[in-house]
């Protein structure tokens, strides 16, 4: 069966510090897709990255970076120098082929607060 | 750029009545979805479409109906409202399903239930 945890209910940190949002996946296929979301107070969940379990090498994108490691099933997500717009929730899911169903299965989300 | 978009954004209902929720996509996908998501709960599918006429459930899909009957419009509908679906809804579309495509959300419905 899918599975996404999320441990990290809330965190908060000072404004410029490094913060990574932990992801740990279940899952029975070999192939699938692991995702990240973020939701702002505004409340739309907007789309940061997709990876697929054929590809293991790290992604940075600014400030943003994602840590994918089969041998753990985890999937972290680094800010970098954190900013008060990145406070949001953050969702991290899953999708994989066996699951014929085309469903995504999200975490928990972790609510995520940079402080001035 | 309209994208996904739901109405309403906000109702307040009573126990035992019914209403129907209305998402619009106008980007063409085949996919559409629909979540809530309540406190410490993150998002759940209630129901999702893959294709035109087709409708599947997802892991909540007690106490809700949809219908898919044009593309473009995937409709969510409670027809006796309980105080358990107090919640927000959300929308989402994804044009080649969610194995490789991406999710586009609609900015959610908040739904009280009295």
């Known amino acids: 069966a899918q599975k996404v945890t999320q441990a990290q209910t809330e965190i908060s940190v000072v404004e410029k510090e490094d913060v990574t949002l932990d992801c740990v996946y279940e899952?029975?296929?070999?192939?699938?897709?692991l995702f990240w979301y973020k939701q702002p107070p505004s409340g739309e969940l907007v789309f940061l990255i997709r990876?697929?379990?054929?590809?293991?090498q790290n992604e940075i994108s600014g400030r943003y970076s994602w840590n994918f490691q089969k041998s753990t099933s985890s999937f972290n997500f680094t800010i970098t120098a954190s900013q008060v717009v990145d406070s949001a929730v953050y969702f991290c899911?899953?999708?994989?082929?066996?699951?014929?169903?085309?469903?995504?299965?999200f975490g928990k989300g972790t609510r995520l607060h940079i402080l001035p | 750029n309209a994208g996904v978009t739901q109405t309403p954004k906000f109702r307040v209902l009573k126990t035992g009545q019914s209403m129907t929720l209305l998402c619009a996509q106008d980007?063409?996908?085949?996919?559409m979805y629909w979540y809530r998501q309540d406190p410490g709960m993150g998002l759940r599918l209630i129901h999702y479409?893959?294709?035109?006429?087709?409708?599947a459930k997802g892991e909540v899909p007690d106490g809700y109906n949809v219908s898919r009957l044009k593309k473009q419009n995937f409709l969510l509908g409670l027809e006796s409202a309980a105080p358990s679906q107090t919640s927000v809804y959300f929308c989402?579309?994804?044009?080649?399903?969610?194995?490789?495509?991406?999710?586009?959300f609609g900015e959610g419905s908040r739904l009280t239930v009295l």
């Open positions: 989402a579309s994804s044009s080649s399903g969610p194995n490789t495509g991406e999710l586009f």
């Open positions: 899952t029975r296929d070999t192939t699938y897709y």
């Open positions: 990876r697929n379990s054929f590809d293991e």
């Open positions: 899911a899953l999708s994989d082929l066996k699951n014929r169903d085309d469903k995504i299965i």
């Open positions: 980007m063409n996908h085949e996919y």
């Open positions: 479409s893959v294709g035109e006429g087709t409708t």
